[in-house]
């Protein structure tokens, strides 16, 4: 089956979902309400199972050369004390591939190019969606009708396709958590030693050896975590309990204020991060999962269909698998229905299991703050063995994407 799509949203989901469509033969265009692309100035870990998907897309290749892989890292507690060392190495062997860093902006700009240049139409706001009777279905914009046989609504966490479409859901809510992330300004170098007491900086002789690949450190009802990236920049992100709307004059001194203590590298990291390039985001999940990512010839894909907590870092890649099961299914199916149903069946149920997964391991992590609750969390974690830490994640990184059957002609 070939026909016409729109994709609304020109994020990673969307602009992922545009190129399974087109390599099956489809005829995409993308809008988005932005004028440039958004979220530069962040970066993303990738799993292999979003990994799997950019192969399948045909974009694997170049988004591992502009990664880097993170093979030495783990968890710690403020004072550096390790509560689970991975190895990247194990998950390798064990699935393929190692987790990898890469900014945002590069990702988007690796699957943009991958798209015809008239395929994406930025700054155009889609506001509604009609479908009815047999004919192709409406996408109304501000200045322009849009019709197609698909939509694909990829417009992230505050839908306005889908609260259109189910407006008795109650839509994303917020977490009560703020994450606060920036790339540091130059790249960070190794260091061999410093004053401090293990893990404090401070005392005497305290060695502080490289910067690992990626470490995510535990406090009470705190989180701060980073990844290198492959200019030898790191991005770092903090995560604070705090209202939704809670904003903070000087971002980077209050970070500095609650983190400052904590082990080493996380106060040379905001040291080495220009208070202009902080972001500040409050959290939003879909905690009433949708009763179906299928509306008719409408599909939800992306966090409009399953926004989850970033705990576990698969927000992007199960977007990304949603892009390459759509693609399958609308290559297998006889009519665009029959492809969202489809779609709808072999989604939902993963997605869904992997946001609650994201969802209990925050509670687990950083949404602990009784001190009695975070030390049996801690001596838990350090009695597991590195090998079980290894097979708790191959749950969630060792999905295998559907071939997609390429087109001949890609339109």
């Given amino acids: 089956m070939n026909g016409t799509a729109v994709v609304v949203g020109g994020g990673i989901g969307g602009l992922a979902a545009a190129l399974g469509l087109r390599r099956v033969g489809w005829s995409v265009t993308v809008v988005e309400r932005s004028a440039v692309p958004a979220d530069a100035g962040a970066a993303i870990s990738l799993a292999a199972n979003g990994l799997r998907a950019l ?56 699957l ?36 197609a046989d698909l939509v694909v609504a990829a417009d992230g966490v505050g839908s306005r396709l889908r609260a259109r479409a189910l407006p008795d859901h109650p839509g994303a809510v917020p977490v009560g958590t703020a994450v606060l992330r920036a790339i540091t300004a130059e790249p960070v170098a190794p260091a061999a030693s410093a004053p401090g007491a293990p893990g404090a900086p401070g005392a005497p002789g305290a060695p502080l050896g490289p910067v690992s690949d990626f470490e995510l450190s535990w406090g009470g009802g705190a989180e701060f975590g980073h990844i290198l990236l492959p200019d030898g920049r790191a991005e770092w992100h903090a995560v604070l309990d705090l209202p939704p709307g809670s904003r903070f004059a000087d971002p980077l001194a209050e970070l500095g204020r609650r983190f400052g203590h904590w082990h080493h590298p996380v106060p040379e990291l905001l040291g080495a991060t220009r208070p202009e390039a902080v972001l500040h985001h409050d959290l939003r999940e879909l905690r009433t999962p949708l009763p179906s990512f299928a509306l008719g010839r409408l599909v939800l894909l992306g966090d409009a269909a399953h926004a989850m907590t970033p705990n576990l870092g698969q927000g992007a890649c199960q977007a990304l698998e949603d892009a390459v099961t759509l693609a399958a299914a609308v290559a297998g199916a006889s009519t665009p229905e029959a492809a969202a149903t489809r779609y709808d069946a072999e989604r939902r149920p993963r997605a869904q299991a992997v946001a609650r997964a994201a969802r209990q391991a925050g509670r687990l992590g950083q949404g602990l703050s009784h001190p009695v609750a975070v030390a049996v969390r801690n001596t838990a974690m350090r009695l597991t063995p590195g090998r079980a830490a290894v097979r708790a994640i191959l749950r969630h990184h060792a999905w295998v994407p559907p071939r997609l059957p390429l087109s001949p002609q890609v339109p």
């Fill in 55 to 110: 192969d399948e897309l045909g974009v694997g290749a170049a988004v591992r050369t502009a990664a880097r892989g993170q093979y030495r890292g783990g968890t710690r507690a403020p004072d550096g004390t390790w509560l689970a060392r991975m190895d990247g190495a194990a998950l390798e062997r064990a699935v393929g591939s190692p987790i990898v860093g890469i900014t945002r902006a590069e990702l988007h700009r690796l």
């Fill in 112 to 147: 943009r190019a991958a798209l015809p240049s008239d395929a994406l139409l930025l700054g155009v706001q889609a506001t509604a969606v009609e479908q009815d009777g047999p004919g192709p279905v409406r996408v109304h914009c501000a200045d322009r009708v849009l019709e």
